[in-house]
């Protein structure tokens, strides 16, 4: 019921709301499962992180992790294909250069690795405990908040456990 008030809110013409509300009754809502999710309050680790957003060259402290990175670089016919170069040491300097972001990098290292998986095992193997990233509403401008992305979960200290039953009341 309240998802069929909401559309009263939402933009478009009166046409398109009737048309929404009646797919909205369309659906059969007994076939919901209720959520039984979990919100954890964890410690990671600070600092040593890979941020998506800056360019590598404004995030103090990578250099020694990037400078690993570049002696873990797999080199061969793939590598020289993909990125055009001729040497391990020209397929680093392409891929840490200061002006690209962690984003680049990352999207880069997929490609060389061919899995995102093996591209996060790379960057924890030259010394990047993970990746951090503005949330939604800080990349609009509006607040400061991050998300992290821990590469070893040994390293994340469980502090408390919040579960979450399905109240069909709320």
Same mark, same amino acid.
């Given at each position: 019921?309240?998802?069929?008030?909401?559309?009263? /809110?939402?933009?478009?013409?009166?046409?398109?709301?009737? =048309?929404?509300? *009646?797919?909205?009754?369309?659906?059969?809502? $007994?076939?919901?499962?209720?959520?039984? %999710?979990? !919100? @954890?309050?964890?410690?990671?680790?600070? %600092?040593? @992180?890979?941020?998506?957003?800056?360019?590598?060259?404004? +995030?103090?402290?990578? =250099? *020694?992790?990037?400078?690993? !990175?570049?002696? !873990?670089?797999?080199?061969?016919?793939?590598?020289?294909?993909?990125?055009?170069?001729? $040497?391990?040491?020209?397929?680093?300097?392409?891929?840490?250069?200061?002006?690209?972001?962690?984003?680049?990098?990352?999207? *880069?290292?997929?490609?060389?690795?061919?899995?995102?998986?093996?591209? $996060?095992?790379?960057?924890?193997?030259? %010394?990047? $405990?993970?990746?951090? /990233?503005?949330?939604?509403?800080?990349?609009? %401008?509006?607040?400061?908040?991050?998300?992290?992305?821990?590469?070893?979960?040994?390293?994340?200290?469980?502090?408390?456990?919040? /579960? +979450?039953?399905?109240?069909?009341?709320?």
């Amino acid at each position: 019921e309240e998802a069929l008030d909401d559309v009263r /809110y939402m933009d478009g013409t009166p046409a398109e709301r009737a =048309a929404v509300r *009646r797919e909205l009754l369309k659906l059969d809502y $007994s076939k919901l499962v209720p959520s039984k %999710g979990q !919100l @954890y309050h964890v410690d990671i680790p600070d %600092g040593g @992180y890979l941020k998506w957003e800056r360019r590598l060259g404004s +995030q103090p402290g990578i =250099a *020694r992790n990037l400078e690993a !990175l570049a002696g !873990l670089l797999p080199f061969d016919d793939k590598s020289r294909e993909t990125f055009g170069v001729k $040497s391990r040491t020209e397929l680093a300097e392409m891929l840490t250069d200061d002006e690209e972001t962690g984003s680049d990098l990352y999207v *880069r290292l997929r490609l060389l690795t061919g899995s995102p998986k093996a591209a $996060s095992l790379l960057l924890r193997d030259a %010394g990047f $405990s993970g990746i951090s /990233y503005y949330d939604g509403v800080s990349r609009n %401008g509006h607040s400061e908040g991050e998300n992290f992305v821990v590469f070893d979960e040994a390293s994340v200290k469980m502090l408390e456990t919040f /579960y +979450q039953g399905f109240d069909p009341d709320i």
